[in-house]
């Protein structure tokens, strides 16, 4: 029994192979596709490093080459800044080609006249060229002095308020000066009209005729009474502007308290 199950399936095992053989030495009807190659490329070891290299020095490049360029639209935009302020600070009626000559020409001729002190030499030119840049070139001074209060307020307020103490006490004294030296004028006339009146009484002459004395004297007084005039019109009228803002206050706080009460009543 086991004998013939053994020959039955060497039978069936030779004919399958027998039916394989001849299915593949058998021609297909269609013709058959050519197979596709497909081409694998696998770069070395030194491409790969050759490759990182490239890619990390172009991206060193290319941020190099950012940086620059910020740096140079920044300088630009510094650039046409200074431009546009150096163009505000001049003022377009005032001619800069002689005032600018001159100015320079005050400076240089202050280093000349103090090169053999070094306190002048360090004081005298800078006196000079502030001095010549407000007499030749006033109008540009003026905002050029304005921008640099502008700057100062800004970024040293404490030295601003100082500076401006400074200028106000400065003032203060420029007019004490002033006003001393016009009283000690007037103290030399009168000294030289009284000396001079005795002299004409003393010899008969007219001196203050001929001297044109008389018309001066006139003049110089009318002078110091329209002046004495203005400084009491302008006192009166600080007066009554400083009485006015206070009656005006008044008003205010009082128009404010009446909205509160008829507010509270409502």
């Known amino acids: 029994m086991l004998r013939l199950l053994a020959s039955r399936r060497g039978f069936a095992v030779a004919a399958v192979a027998v039916g394989v053989h001849e299915a593949r030495d058998k021609l297909p009807i269609y013709p058959t596709p050519e197979p596709e190659l ?5 770069p070395s070891e030194l491409e790969k490093q050759i490759g990182v290299a490239r890619r990390a020095l172009t991206d060193t490049y290319l941020d190099a080459h950012a940086r620059v360029q910020g740096v140079v639209s920044r300088w630009i935009g510094v650039e046409q800044a200074v431009e546009n302020r150096v163009k505000s600070l001049i003022a377009p009626d005032e ?3 002689p005032g600018i000559l001159y100015v320079g020409v005050a400076t240089l001729t202050g280093s000349v006249l ?3 002190r070094i306190f002048w030499r360090l004081t005298l030119p800078p006196a000079l060229f502030i001095l010549s840049l407000n007499h030749f070139l006033p109008k540009t001074s003026h905002n050029v002095s304005s921008y640099l209060g502008s700057l100062e307020e800004t970024h040293f307020p404490t030295l601003a308020e100082k500076h401006e103490i400074a200028k106000a006490h400065t003032a ?3 007019e004490r000066v002033k006003d001393a030296t016009q009283n000690g004028r007037e103290t030399f006339s009168e000294g030289v009209a009284t000396l001079v009146g005795k002299v004409e009484e003393a ?4 001196l203050r005729e001929t001297l044109g004395w008389r018309q001066a004297q006139v003049q110089a007084r009318a002078h110091v009474r329209a002046q004495e005039v203005l400084r009491n019109t302008e006192e009166s009228a600080q007066t009554a502007k400083a009485v006015v803002e206070e009656k005006v206050e008044e008003v205010k706080e009082v ?4 909205v509160k009460e008829v507010k509270r009543l409502v």
């Open 114 to 116: 103090a090169r053999n």
């Open 38 to 42: 497909i081409l694998v490329e696998t």
């Open 95 to 97: 001619p800069l080609t």
């Open 255 to 258: 128009v404010e308290e009446k």
């Open 203 to 206: 010899t008969g002459l007219k």
């Open 172 to 174: 203060m004294t420029w």
